[in-house]
């Protein structure tokens, strides 16, 4: 934080009886106390010369909590569409927060021993106003084991204007020694960093079991014909996204369908301990299938799910089959191990769970949501909704409630085999 402060105007009156001498000496003493003053802020400037304006009991600039943009770069997970909320999911720091001006955070002895090289005379560092710091209404102070919930950026101050000096990867364990409800103070080899609080979770009161599964329940309401390359540096475009199919009998639009039991697989992940996000939680979005490939990317997916329903000119065609890249994947087949056993999984604990027709794993790279992947990847095809049986089947809540576990069942299975 060194690096932040600038040089303050030191205090002006530091020695309270300057103004007790005879007027006739008044001038020269006037003269030496001012070099004094001078000399002694010289000497220590940058290091703790401020203690006497901290005695003075000034408050910084005064302006307290500044709310100004906090809602500027939160992550929604649903809602991916909009271009800026995928950094939110990559960057991970959030909210604008706080930047008010106070007293350093490590300055009030929270983490002790180490500390960095100014030690303990950081508590009377300068209280420079374009040095953010935590609240000090609100700040907290505590030894305890984090974990980041996402990628998330560690920076030098808590203020999304300082430096980043590194990016978190999610599960990232930190110690923190403060915390003012919207920043978190960490230590990273005896130096203080932050980290937006948003982001950090108690390692004690972890529950989920470390995993990360993207559902993206397939199609939208409205299709979006706009072509994108079918994978990074490709010439080949395919429509952004389709409405899908729908079901013959039913009625449910196949965006309608993937919605129903994503939202069950979901619940049903959760309830085993994962953590899960969703690309989608309505039918009125525009998200394109590399855009949500991207959420599962940027999140750091440990599984990406691709919910669907199939469709065929042969209506007795029925039964589940799941989707994954070949080994020769020209823009992911570095994954093509990982996407080929959970592709198994999920097909057998679908198959499984529902006594549907398992079909097989369809090896293609001509799907843009899974080439654009950067992290395991299926495509789980629920059944035909050209079938008549299977199309009435899959709109029933149970058997959707079925599907749901046994996507669940392959998912246990593919992290089992990890
Ligand atoms: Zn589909």
Redesign the pocket.
Known sequence: MKKYRKPTSRPSQPFGRKHSYPKLLSCCLVFLLAMVVVLSGCGNSGQNGNGSQQAGGQQQDGSGVETEGQEKDNSSVGTKGQGQDNSGLQKGDGKEEPGQDSTEVSSQGGNSEKGEASGSQKAEEPQNPAVPALNEQTVKYAREEVVTTSSVNVRTAPSTDSEVYQTAARRSEFIRTADDGSWSAVEIEGKEYYISSEFLQLKSEMTDNGYLVVIDA??QGRGNSEPEPIGPGASETKAKV?S??SGCVSGLN?YEL?LLVSVKLQAELEARGYQVMMVRTSHDVDISNSERAAVANNAGADAFIRV????SDDSSEHGILTICPTSSNPYMGNLYSQCRSLSECVLDGAANATGANKKYIWETDIMSGINWCTVPVT?V?MGFMTNPDEDSRMAEDGYQSQLAAGIADGVDAYFGRQ
């Open positions: 397939g199609h389709s899908g199919t196949e993937t669907h329903a199939n469709g495509i095809e």
